[in-house]
């Protein structure tokens, strides 16, 4: 919303941004059918960072994405917000500020310059301020969920190149030992600062990239420290499933299906008819014992067509029309 091709729906039709969480947002969703506000930070400036630093390593050959893209998020929602929409909802707690998109940090690490040292006390005490802020305003409220974390984090360099912790160094035993020992102190750190301040609400956690794997290593580390096993996929449900089961079976926690839920050969389908039968076909598949719920991505983006609704803030053609 409020974008160049779009002001003036925004100021006409709604005025102020409460005005349109009531009498525009919430009543559309609740049209669609969803029944709960999840992630609600918008990609507002995408650029291919440089390195400041010159420690980062070149671009990673088994990398499974392009280029390197930095995605800069707008502020999350606060308990204002919130308590205009007066729906369920699941808070984002980015601990990391989306420290693996920048191009330096002032907590950078000597293991790799695009990650928090996890084991300083600059980072324990930002994870403190983070839950601190948020959680004191939202522990008494009834329609919060729980919190997710940060937003595909990149462990092992599969993702966006900068990681704690390369994949080829897995290949040692000292890189292994590594690699766990930062997971469980980075869990450990968000847990007892969410924790601190809010003792009965579920942690979601961070959203991991399905397509991508998720180490074992990781798995393991995260311990007790999350509610659920957030995950992120773009796929056919059928290819997915095994993959599901078996991170269900390892940490015994349901399956969130996080932010991708609608797979990216169904964005752009002929028709929206189609694309509402390959939505309803995804979902069906993805009602497993296993599964938590699922956080379908995204509502409105303007310059795209997998968004449930376009440019003018209207939903998309009706479902037998051609785009």
């Known amino acids: 919303m409020r974008r160049p091709e779009n002001l003036d729906v925004f100021t006409v039709r709604y005025g102020d941004e409460k005005t349109w969480i009531k009498r525009g947002l919430v009543p559309e969703l609740k049209v669609w059918g969803f029944n709960t506000i999840g992630w609600t930070q918008e990609n507002c400036v995408r650029y291919e960072p ?6 980062a390593r070149p671009h990673h050959p088994r990398r499974r994405w392009g280029k390197r893209t930095a995605v800069w998020h707008d502020r999350v929602w606060e308990r204002e917000r919130y308590d205009w929409a007066r729906m369920p909802y699941c808070h984002n707690l980015n601990f990391m500020m989306n420290a693996f998109y920048w191009d330096g940090t002032p907590w950078v690490s000597d293991y790799n ?22 959680c004191t305003e939202m522990a008494n409220d009834p329609n919060l969920i729980g919190y997710f974390y940060s937003d595909i984090p990149d462990w092992t360099a599969l993702v966006h190149t900068h990681a704690w912790v390369h994949e080829e160094d897995l290949d040692t035993e000292e890189g292994r030992e590594k690699l766990s020992a930062t997971v469980r102190r980075y869990c450990e750190v968000t847990h007892a600062a969410v924790r601190r301040y809010d003792a009965n609400h579920l942690i979601l956690g961070d959203r991991f990239l399905g ?37 269900h079976e390892r940490t015994g926690l349901p399956i969130l299906m996080a932010d991708a839920v609608m797979p990216p050969q169904y964005y752009n389908p002929p028709t929206q008819e189609r694309r509402g039968a390959a939505y309803k076909r995804y979902v069906m598949d993805g009602s497993n014992p296993r599964g938590g719920g699922g956080n379908p991505f995204l509502w409105c983006v303007p310059r795209q067509r997998r968004a449930t609704m376009g440019r003018q803030v209207r939903p998309r053609r009706a479902l037998s029309q051609h785009h």
Do not use: K
């Open 211 to 247: 397509n991508s794997g998720i180490s074992e290593i990781v798995l393991d580390a995260m311990g007790e420290t999350v509610d659920f096993l957030s995950v992120q996929y773009g796929g056919n449900f059928a290819t997915e499933r095994p993959h599901i089961t078996r991170w």
């Open 113 to 134: 310059p695009h990650y928090p040292d996890v084991f300083s006390q600059f980072f324990e005490d930002y994870c403190d301020w983070v839950a601190r802020h948020f």
């Open 50 to 55: 440089l390195d400041p630093l010159r420690r």
